[in-house]
């Protein structure tokens, strides 16, 4: 199927194509799903996104955090201090840099309990759909996949860029 040659993701009367529609149902259903969990957590989507950063590569820093997330060093420092107040991480002394701290997940254990059957149970289902489709299908859609992730840094990037505007002088 050939992509179509407009650029727009709207359809004649500004409605989405269907290609847009699906992205965007793709995208609702994700951010709903990780509000889901989180609140099984009883924490916000972004706390719980950098509660499972930071399980993967703790300890970690402010500033290792935010460049994971995609989240400024002080959206990340209320995120901590929130975390934190919920029992979910700590703060230590980092012994490489007086200035810093690291944050480490605590409650490890209440977390696996909570999150591993929701995510098994969405590898199960993802399994059974991969299944429905050929070897060289999945490639393909792996292929969309991947691509697809990456303009979505991309166009994060120019986000992020377009958004710095210099300090108006006092």
Known sequence: MKASKRASPLAPKGRLT???QRGANLSAAMITFH???ARKL????AEWKTLSVLRR????TAGMLARTTGLTTGAITGIVDRLEKAGYVRREDNPDDRRSVLVRPVQDQKVHDIVVPIFTSLARAMTELAQRYSEQERAVIGDYLERTTEILKNETV?????????RKAR
């Not at 120019?158 to 505007?165: D, V």
């Open 18 to 20: 269907p290609e847009a």
């Open 42 to 45: 009883g924490v916000t989507a």
């Open 57 to 60: 590569t703790s300890p970690a």
């Open 35 to 37: 509000e889901a969990v």
């Open 158 to 166: 120019k986000l992020k860029s377009a958004s710095r505007r210099p």
